[in-house]
C-alpha cells in the first residue's frame, strides 16, 4: 500500500524559511516522479512543482509564485522527498500534499501537512 | 484555465450529478477528475478524460474532450457529497479547476 506522510509544517513569519518532508512507502520511491501541491484555507488546489527520479535527470520544475523561493529535493536511501520554502509570504499559507506521478496523474497523495505564514 | 459549473450542485442521494469542466483552449483528452472530502486529501477518480482510476466505483464516468468535459455519476451514495476539482495537463503547468462541491438536498 502506497503511503505518503508529510510532516514539517507550522507557523513561520513573513521572510521566514520552512522545511517540509514526505516520507514514501509502498512503492519504488526512486524510480518516482514526485509533486507539492498545495491548497490555501478555503480555496482550490495549485501545483508548487514537481522532481523527477534520477535516472530521468532529477529536473526540476516549479510554479511561478515559488520559483526562485522554494527548491524540491529528494532523499532516495531514506525514501523521502523534501520541499525547502525560503523568503515565505501570507500567500504561502496552505495545506501542502506531497503526491506520486503515475501516467502523468496525481496518483496518490498524503495527508498534507498545514504551513501558516503570519506575523 | 479551467471553469467548473455549477459551483454548487444539491442533489438526494440516489439522484444523477451532472459537473462539468470547461477548458480555456483544448487540453485533448489531458483531463483527470478528483474527490476531495472535508478534511482529507483529494484522490483520483478519471484520468485521460475517461478512464477510472484503481478502486473507482463504476457510477463515476467521465467523457469529453477539447474544451468541454463531463463528470457524471450515475446515482449519489453518501460517500459522494463531497468537492470534486477537474485538472488538466495539456498546457505546461498542471492546473486545477474551481471545483465544484456536490451538497445533499
Known amino acids: 500500500e502506497v503511503q505518503l506522510v508529510e510532516s514539517g509544517g507550522g507557523l513561520v513569519q513573513p521572510g521566514g524559511s520552512l522545511r517540509l518532508s514526505c516520507a514514501a512507502s509502498?512503492?519504488?520511491?526512486?524510480?518516482?516522479?514526485m509533486n507539492w501541491i498545495r491548497q490555501a484555507p478555503g480555496r482550490g488546489l495549485e501545483w508548487v512543482g514537481r522532481?523527477?527520479?534520477?535516472?530521468?535527470?532529477?529536473?526540476?520544475d516549479y510554479a511561478a509564485p515559488v520559483r526562485g523561493r522554494f527548491t524540491i529535493s529528494r532523499d532516495d536511501s531514506k525514501n523521502t522527498l523534501f520541499l525547502q520554502m525560503n523568503n515565505l509570504e501570507a500567500e504561502d499559507t496552505a495545506v501542502y500534499y506531497c503526491?506520486?506521478?503515475?501516467?502523468?496523474?496525481?496518483?496518490?497523495w498524503g495527508q498534507g501537512t498545514l504551513v501558516t505564514v503570519s506575523s | 484555465l479551467l471553469t467548473q459549473s455549477p459551483a454548487t450542485l444539491s442533489l438526494s442521494p440516489g439522484e444523477r450529478a451532472t459537473l462539468s469542466c470547461r477548458a480555456s483552449?483544448?487540453?485533448?483528452?489531458?483531463l483527470a477528475w478528483y474527490l476531495q472530502k472535508p478534511g482529507q486529501a483529494p484522490r483520483l477518480l478519471i484520468s485521460?478524460?475517461?478512464n477510472r482510476a484503481t478502486g473507482i466505483s463504476a457510477r463515476f464516468s467521465g467523457s469529453g474532450s477539447g474544451t468541454d468535459f463531463t463528470l457524471t455519476i450515475s446515482s449519489l451514495e453518501p460517500e459522494d457529497f463531497a468537492v470534486y476539482y477537474c485538472?488538466?495537463?495539456?498546457?505546461?503547468?498542471?492546473?486545477f479547476g474551481g471545483g465544484t462541491k456536490v451538497e445533499i438536498k
Open positions: 503526491t506520486t506521478y503515475r501516467n502523468s496523474w496525481f496518483d496518490q
Open positions: 509502498g512503492f519504488t520511491f526512486n524510480y518516482a516522479w
Open positions: 522532481i523527477k527520479s534520477k535516472t530521468d535527470g532529477e529536473t526540476r
Open positions: 483552449q483544448s487540453v485533448s483528452s489531458y
Open positions: 485521460d478524460a475517461s
Open positions: 485538472q488538466q495537463r495539456g498546457h505546461w503547468p498542471p492546473t
